[in-house]
């Protein structure tokens, strides 16, 4: 039903001729009815001002909610422990990343938290990237360190810088490095040691796993991941890549840095040889736009 009900201009000529024709003839004495009277003007405006301004009713939860895991979070360094944005906020472009899942098994999870704790003694502003998966669901909390690996969440294999890309080329990109690997052979990886970085802007720094085995296999991965980059101009992967997965970082481009990893020698020296020997299955290729999270499985 209309809001607002318009009667047509040819409807109003006819009453005005019922009108005046009735002006002409007198009114019969006694006659207990009378004609309602037409509004003026400005009755009239003030009558669909009203109307005009009567609230519609909320959108229901089902539209609101459709696009909530793309919202963007404030800037707010005390809640993301002290990360500050990489690249100022531009409305309509994502960030986006694509990795490799790396659960860790009981063992290795044993390993890199000694290894973590080594860290701390050192910089004691790192901060574990082992998190409790539960912890991580809440986006208004700071994560926890997983305390098992069974809570722990994955580690990750970069296969892409930071790509930057328009909202209506999402769809399309996922579609594409969903249809590049779906039909990829999964493969098994291992560490040589721990290595730092820091990322482009000195903003922060990692210790990092690094790849051994299965250093090949990646490298095919990267050339397929590089074709899609830069069919929608984006940056290639670094040159003469050094695949790695990082398990702890801290706030600033040298906290972590040789010195750190240094101090990690002697017990590197004791887990070396079970660091080197925890092998790893990449069984997924997964990637991030804004929160929303998505992946396809090797075969």
């Known amino acids: 039903m209309p809001l607002v009900d318009y009667g ?3 409807s109003e000529d006819e009453n005005e001729d019922k009108v005046s024709v009735q002006k002409d003839k007198p ?14 003007s400005a009755e009239s405006t003030s009558t669909l001002s009203k109307r005009t301004k009567t609230a519609l009713p909320p959108l229901p939860s089902s539209l609101t909610d459709l696009f909530k895991d793309r919202e963007r979070p404030p800037d707010d360094p ?3 422990q002290g990360r500050i944005r990489a690249r100022p906020h531009i409305d309509g472009s994502w960030p986006v990343h694509v990795y490799l899942e790396v659960k860790l098994s ?8 000694a290894l973590i704790k080594t860290a701390q003694k050192s910089a004691p502003s790192t901060i574990s ?3 409790s998966i539960d912890s991580t669901r809440d986006k208004k909390e700071v994560p926890v360190e997983a305390k098992t690996a069974v809570d722990a969440s994955e580690l990750h294999i970069s296969l892409t810088r930071p790509l930057y890309l328009q909202e209506l080329h999402l769809g399309r ?8 690997f779906k039909n990829k052979k999964r493969f098994n990886i291992s560490f040589s040691g721990v290595q730092s970085f820091s990322n482009e802007e000195g903003t922060r720094s990692f210790l990092s796993l690094r790849v051994g085995a299965g250093h090949a296999e990646i490298e095919g991965l990267l050339a397929d991941m590089d074709v899609i980059a830069e069919r929608y101009s984006q940056p290639k992967f670094y040159d003469d890549p050094q695949f790695h997965a990082s398990f702890a970082w801290a706030v600033g481009g040298d906290i972590l840095n040789g010195k750190t990893v240094a ?3 002697e017990l590197e020296g004791e887990l070396g040889h079970d660091l080197r020997h925890c092998s790893v299955a990449v069984r997924r290729v997964a990637w991030k736009t804004g929160q929303r999270v998505g992946s396809v499985a090797l075969n």
């Open 8 to 10: 047509s201009s040819s």
């Open 263 to 265: 101090t990690m020698t």
């Open 129 to 131: 990237l082992l998190q």
């Open 106 to 113: 009981t063992e290795l999870f044993d390993i890199v938290s």
């Open 27 to 40: 009114e019969p004495v006694g006659n207990s009815q009378t004609k309602r009277p037409r509004p003026s």
């Open 78 to 80: 005390e809640r993301f």
């Open 173 to 180: 990109f996922t579609s594409d490095v969903r249809d590049a």
